[in-house]
């Protein structure tokens, strides 16, 4: 047997000598780890550099030089501040749901009540809701008949088209400023916010009685009103469906057929106080009922939960909780639907001129449309319960836009637009009344505010330039454009909702 050489002794007593080291080298790192975990704190109560070991094919020249029990221990050690901060991160947040979950104010948020019978204290609420959309829809309802008279006190300022962005800039601004209220809501919460509303309303009617040039009315019974309007209205409407479950549809029904019962009173009463007293102190008359009902509206507006917080900074309008699609194509469906159904109120008391009527006969019939319209929010919201709201907003909406398209188009005498005035009525309402439920339903009910706020900005356009455009199209074209665009747009308006059906529940027949 021959003597090994020289060269390989000397490499078998490297290979040993790195293998003792390496060895040596796992006994430390064991060792320290077993004083380090029974010496120091928790990892997650401070904070945790990284540990860093000799890399196993720098210690050995090959893996099976060190046993697989070693290496998994070692390698089960190895910890980065990037594993202890995730787990930080899974405690905070776990912290922070704990948290909300025993607060007290959202811990049943959404939940039943108790009772939806006159018990309930959301029955307050909608008296309020009653009388916000009372007041200040009767006083839009009644424009009509203050724009035929400022089309004679300014005749050489104003035309058909320009004098009816006084009243719908009034109708937009109420409906469309809820987004950017939603942060003044947070911070002074429902009833405070309300009473800036109490205040400003009928001070843009008072200061509308001392308008003399046609500026004066864009800035005061147009927008002054109007955002007076927008701060009782926003607050209020979101207020019934926080406290009912079953009957949601059916409370904020009854809420906003304020706005139907005030169009009934108030546009003949406006006609008579403007052939009494003059229009100048029918606006003030108006104004100061107006701050007494706010001033009750505001004492019974009872809200269950407070305004859900902002995700981020307060100018953050969007929050992403309520992307989807069903939720998009309602927000269509609230851009649409607003030129269909604020130019008929509008245009009614012209169109009863241009078919022979006089003028209290065209108020009568707007507050024959504003009755229908009462009759119609309540019946829907309570058919809606029982049937499916979106079902009934569908049917409803399109029933509206084809009667406008054909009925109102062949009404060539009074008794056939008096028929399209209740026809109208009782159909065109159908989104004021089940718009909040719906929204609801689709993003939840702590998100219901915000909802909201974003549907009724969209309806500004709508609101805003739905007549003029109608108006326009009437002296340029005849009455014909001018009844068939707002027909028009309100079908698009039930195609979108149609949609927003069919994303929730494709079955025809389901109660959705």
């Not at 006159?118 to 839009?140: E, I």
């Not at 030129?339 to 009614?348: E, K, M």
């Not at 356009?461 to 109608?470: A, I, Q, R």
Request: with cysteine; charged share 10%.
């Amino acid at each position: 047997m021959q003597p090994p050489d020289n060269a390989s002794f000397h490499s078998q007593n490297e290979v040993t000598l790195t293998s003792n080291v390496y060895q040596d080298d796992l006994k430390k790192m064991a060792t320290y780890d077993e004083e380090k975990s029974t010496a120091a704190p928790s990892p997650a109560d401070q904070p945790i550099e990284e540990e860093s070991y000799p890399g196993l094919v720098e210690c050995a020249p090959f893996p099976a030089l060190g046993s697989l029990g070693e290496i998994t221990h070692t390698l089960s050690k190895t910890r980065t501040n990037q594993t202890y901060r995730s787990q930080r991160q899974a405690d905070q947040e776990s912290t922070k749901t704990a948290a909300v979950e025993d607060d007290p104010k959202t811990a049943h948020m959404g939940e039943f009540y108790g009772t939806e019978g006159f018990r309930n204290p959301g029955w307050l609420a909608v008296v309020a809701t009653f009388l916000v959309n009372f007041t200040v829809f009767g006083v839009v309802f009644a424009w009509g008949n203050f724009q035929r008279l400022y089309l004679d006190i300014y005749a050489g300022q104003t035309d058909e088209f320009r004098i009816a962005f006084v009243g719908t800039s009034a109708n937009a601004m109420l409906l469309s400023m809820g987004l950017f209220i939603s942060p003044i809501l947070r911070r002074l919460g429902v009833r405070r916010t309300m009473a800036i509303g109490t205040v400003l309303c009928p001070l843009g009617l008072i200061l509308a009685s001392f308008a003399t040039q046609l500026w004066h009315l864009y800035l005061s019974q147009g927008i002054l009103f109007g955002l007076g309007g927008a701060f009782v209205f926003s607050p209020s409407i979101t207020i019934p469906s926080q406290w009912f479950i079953r009957n949601r549809a059916l409370a904020t029904g009854i809420a906003v057929s304020g706005s139907g019962v005030g169009g009934v009173c108030l546009s003949p009463m406006a006609q008579s106080l403007i052939s009494t007293i003059g229009h100048r102190n029918a606006l003030r008359a108006m104004g100061g009922m107006g701050f007494g009902l706010l001033c009750i509206a505001t004492a019974l507006a009872v809200s269950r939960y407070p305004p859900a917080p902002s995700n981020g900074k307060p100018w953050n309008l969007l929050d992403r909780a309520l992307l989807s699609w069903p939720f998009a194509f309602l927000l269509l469906f609230s851009l649409f639907v607003p030129f269909g159904y604020v130019a008929p109120f509008f245009l009614t008391p012209t169109y009863a001129d241009y078919i022979g009527a006089d003028a209290s006969s065209g108020a009568t019939l707007v507050s024959i449309m504003s009755a229908a319209n009462v009759v119609c929010r309540i019946t829907l919201g309570w058919v809606g319960d029982r049937y499916g709201r979106l079902n009934v907003i569908c049917i409803f909406t399109l029933l509206s836009g084809v009667f406008t398209m054909v009925v109102w188009q062949s009404a060539s005498s009074y008794g056939i637009f008096v028929l399209y005035c209740v026809l109208f009525g009782v159909t065109a309402g159908a989104f004021v009344s089940l718009l909040p439920p719906i929204v609801a339903d689709i993003v939840g009910i702590e998100h219901i505010q915000k909802g909201v706020g974003l549907s009724y900005f969209l309806t500004m356009f709508g609101n805003l330039l739905g007549t003029p455009v109608s108006g326009q199209l009437k002296s340029q074209f005849g009455w014909t454009a001018a009844i068939q665009f707002p027909g028009a747009m309100t079908v698009a308006a039930g195609i979108s909702i149609v949609v927003v059906r069919i994303l929730l529940k494709p079955k025809l027949f389901a109660k959705v």
